[in-house]
C-alpha cells in the first residue's frame, strides 16, 4: 500500500476501554506472547504512570478501526516503552513511527527526559524504527523472551528531543 493513503484519516488519541478488543487483537496478531486484555486495562487505569494511545481510522460508515496501539510506562524522568503494535496491512505507512513520536511527546510534557525499551534480537524492522528516533543498542538481556527464549537487545534513548520528535510525529 502507498505511503501516506488515507493518512488525513488518522486520529491518534489516549486509549480507551471500548478499543481494547481491538487492541488485544492487533497484540495478537503481532507478539507470540500477546498482553491479555486486563493488562491494558490496568494500563489505562494508571493514569499519570503510563501513556496509551491509538491510531484510529475513520470510516466514511462511522465505523472506526483501530490500526495501532502503545503503551508507555513512565517513572519519574524516565520512559520505558512496553508495547508497540501496527496492524497488518497498516504497516510501511508510518503509522508506527507517528503513534510513537506522539506519545513520546506526550511524556516529554509529562516531564520524561529518556527512554529505554527491550526489542526482540530478531525484530530488525522495530530496532531500525527505533533506531531513526536516536535509541542506541546498549546490551543484551539473555533469555528475556520465555516463549522462544530468545535475547532482548536493550536501547536508549538519553535526550528526547521535542523538535525531533515534532518532525517524526510528522513523518519526517
Ligand atoms: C515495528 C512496527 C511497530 C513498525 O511500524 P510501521 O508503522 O510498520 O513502521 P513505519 O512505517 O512507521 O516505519 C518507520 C521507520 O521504521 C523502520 N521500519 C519500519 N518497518 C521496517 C521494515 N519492515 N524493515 C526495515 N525498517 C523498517 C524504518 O526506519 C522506517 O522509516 P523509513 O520508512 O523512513 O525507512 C510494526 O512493523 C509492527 O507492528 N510490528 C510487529 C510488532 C512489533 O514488532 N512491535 C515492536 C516491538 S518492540
Known amino acids: 500500500m502507498p505511503e501516506n493513503q488515507n493518512q488525513a484519516q488518522l486520529i491518534f488519541r489516549p486509549m480507551i476501554t471500548s478499543d481494547l478488543d481491538q487492541v488485544t487483537a492487533i497484540d495478537r496478531a503481532a507478539f507470540p506472547t500477546p498482553w491479555p486484555k486486563d493488562a491494558f486495562l ?3 487505569k494508571r493514569g499519570r504512570n503510563s501513556v496509551c494511545w491509538v491510531a ?24 520505558h516503552i512496553g508495547t508497540l503494535a501496527v496492524r497488518p496491512g497498516f ?28 526489542v526482540r534480537q530478531s525484530n530488525l ?45 510528522q513523518g519526517g
Open 42 to 44: 490496568y494500563e489505562i
Open 56 to 79: 484510529e481510522q475513520a470510516a466514511s460508515d462511522g465505523e472506526n478501526q483501530i490500526v495501532a496501539s502503545i503503551v508507555i510506562w513512565l517513572v519519574i524522568d524516565e520512559t
Open 91 to 118: 504497516r510501511g505507512q508510518k503509522i508506527g513511527q507517528k503513534l510513537l513520536a506522539l506519545s513520546l511527546l506526550e511524556c516529554l510534557q509529562r516531564g520524561a527526559r529518556q527512554a529505554l525499551l527491550e
Open 125 to 169: 524492522a522495530a530496532q531500525a524504527l527505533y533506531r531513526k528516533f536516536g535509541f542506541e543498542a546498549v546490551g543484551l538481556r539473555k533469555d528475556y523472551y520465555k516463549d522462544t527464549h530468545e535475547d532482548a537487545v536493550l536501547m536508549t534513548l538519553d535526550a528526547l528531543d521535542l523538535e525531533k520528535l515534532a518532525q517524526l510525529a
